[in-house]
């Protein structure tokens, strides 16, 4: 009977709300992840993060409003499960990477020590802390930080290879960051199927992936740039490696360095820095006067 057929999505939902009745430890660990997640955030405030300067709506009198304030972007606490997991599966693939350059030598950047809790810099994977001498299983990789403190910027990149002149770029590429990300790339791919409706077409979509996405270049051609001016790190290029979470292949594209691409973001830092010294709202870069989405949130209620 045509009636009696569930469909994948319907059927996986019913699943979903039978296992979380069924098994108090799924709901527990939900609970648990999304408490985590809106707890104290240990994302510096007094900064601005190159991730969010490099997006098309960045607004300077937003970046403006929250160094002053010393407040977080938008959105933190807006989180869904899933949401969570993707990240903690990106972190995940950052240390499996990590690891390997940490084995064949050729990773540099900061090193947190568990046994003296301090952090150091090595040019060359340390074999141990060079600090208090504990054993290398002692050492955590602390990426390579990389900061302007004349620019009020500071970020982190996920590793820097001195061999390669060049900094490291570790991706995940997935339906759900996909989602998250780049709805109107995925949107490409999705294809009409008799028997599941809309599919994405995973194998055209990963052939057809050639180059990093735009704001991961941006944000990588900024590195380089607080990497060169600020950090005297010896580099002329940015190694991406994007892990395809449906089938785990691999590519690896090169970003070589264009200062021009991170200058007017570096103008505008510097024009936010001085406005901060005088007391002098800068104009929002998006509408003007009116305001946008961003730094309207900012805005004192106008008095009768
Ligand atoms: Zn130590
Ligand atoms: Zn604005």
Redesign the pocket.
Known sequence: MASRVVKGGHRLTEYLAASKAAEPLWGDVQKYVLDRAAGPSYRRKDVMHPSEMVKSDW?H??AYHRLRLQVDAPGRGKTTFTRENIFQEGHQTHSKWQNWFFEMKRLAGDWYCNACDDEFWADETPEHCHLCLAPSTCLIYAEVALEAPALRIAGKADGYSPLDHALIEIKTLGLGSLRYERPEFLERYMVDTEEHGKLPDLTRLWRDFRRPLPTAVRQVQLYMYLARHFEDLDLDRCIFFYDFKPTQETKSFTVTYDESMSDPLIEAAAAIVDCLATDTPPH????GRA??V??LEFQEPKKK
């Open positions: 607004c009198l937003a929002c870069n998006h509408n305001g946008c961003n730094c």
